[in-house]
């Protein structure tokens, strides 16, 4: 794939306004960067790292912390989370419209406030 940097653009527009030459002239006698392709990206790499699904964390969160995360319906519609530690249990004071949005709200209050 080729591309124009956003410095090379600004030249372009800049030289077109100076001397009157039109943009497709511009680009044309531009040379544009060319940008690797996904098989010369991948080239070397022996792994690749992936982000854990929603069940990973919640399971690393009880094995390594003591940490489970709920995640409650209340209707069709609405969800709730809560949390249970060894010491305490907290609840979300807002609803959530999927189970996904609950789950990644509780880890995100998780990872904030209670690690």
Known sequence: MKL???QQVIEMIEKSRQTGLTAEYLILTTTPIE?????QIGEGRDEH????TIAEVVMWLY????????????DQ???YWSI???KKEFTSGENFKTPTEAYEAAIEY???NLL
């Open 110 to 112: 998780t990872l904030k």
């Open 35 to 39: 940008l690797p392709t996904d098989e």
């Open 49 to 52: 790292i992936n982000a854990p």
């Open 63 to 74: 094995e390594e912390h003591g940490i489970w995360i709920y995640a409650h319906r209340i």
């Open 4 to 6: 124009y940097t956003e």
């Open 77 to 79: 519609k609405e969800f």
């Open 84 to 86: 249970d530690t060894d």
